[in-house]
T-cell receptor
Framework: EDQVTQSPEALRLQEGESSSLNCSYTVSGLRGLFWYRQDPGKGPEFLFTLYSAGEEKEKERLKATLTKKESFLHITAPKPEDSATYLCAVRDYGQNFVFGPGTRLSVLP | KAGVTQTPRYLIKTRGQQVTLSCSPISGHRSVSWYQQTPGQGLQFLFEYFSETQRNKGNFPGRFSGRQFSNSRSEMNVSTLELGDSALYLC?????????????FGPGTRLTVT
């Protein structure tokens, strides 16, 4: 059975303090790993798709990387508007989509 | 391009009643998935439809059902509502075809069961 865990559960950063979020996964056959951002009361917003180990993608202050067992979302010089819950999900060859529990990020001014 | 839309946005129902939620995917998207999100369980997969056929189903009781129409719009139904069904119900659509495609989510329907 596919499993996705994320750490830490919650993270508080000062504005400008860079850090990384972790997503560890166990999947029978990885077709893709996805990162989403979710603001309170809203649907998740798509950020990145990663397909194979070694792949990296960047968008503004965010950079996602992928290894065979985990993915990292690096946040460089975060701003208060980056505060949100960040979700990781995997899709396997059976077309199953499994989400992790998320990391709640708070960036203080 | 318009995003995924869900109606209604908020709903209050009484235990034992049934409810129908609606989802319109992004134009051109033919795959629609439904999720239940609660503070304790996170995002849990309900089912996925593609070309009017259920392609995958999560581990939910038979009270939860869905369907997809020829225009790719989808509905999900929950019968005999229980207090534990209170949640944010999210619909997501994706582009069909080969390869792996990300899902785009709607704003959700907040269901409260009293």
């Amino acid at each position: 059975e596919d499993q996705v865990t994320q750490s830490p559960e919650a993270l508080r950063l000062q504005e400008g303090e860079s850090s990384s979020l972790n997503c560890s996964y166990t999947v029978s056959g990885l077709r893709g790993l996805f990162w989403y951002r979710q603001d309170p009361g809203k649907g998740p917003e798509f950020l990145f798709t990663l397909y194979s180990a070694g792949e990296e993608k960047e968008k503004e202050r965010l950079k996602a990387t992928l290894t065979k067992k985990e993915s990292f979302l690096h946040i460089t010089a975060p701003k208060p508007e980056d505060s949100a819950t960040y979700l990781c999900a995997v899709r396997d060859y059976g077309q199953n989509f499994v989400f992790g529990p998320g990391t709640r990020l708070s960036v203080l001014p | 391009k318009a995003g995924v839309t869900q109606t209604p946005r908020y709903l209050i129902k009484t235990r034992g009643q049934q409810v129908t939620l609606s989802c319109s995917p992004i134009s051109g998207h033919r795959s629609v998935s439904w999720y239940q999100q609660t503070p304790g369980q996170g995002l849990q997969f309900l089912f996925e439809y593609f070309s009017e056929t259920q392609r995958n189903k999560g581990n939910f009781p038979g009270r939860f059902s869905g369907r997809q129409f020829s225009n790719s719009r989808s509905e999900m139904n929950v019968s005999t509502l229980e207090l534990g069904d209170s949640a944010l119900y999210l619909c997501a659509s994706s582009f069909p075809g080969q390869g792996v495609h990300e899902q785009y989510f709607g704003p959700g329907t907040r269901l409260t069961v009293t």
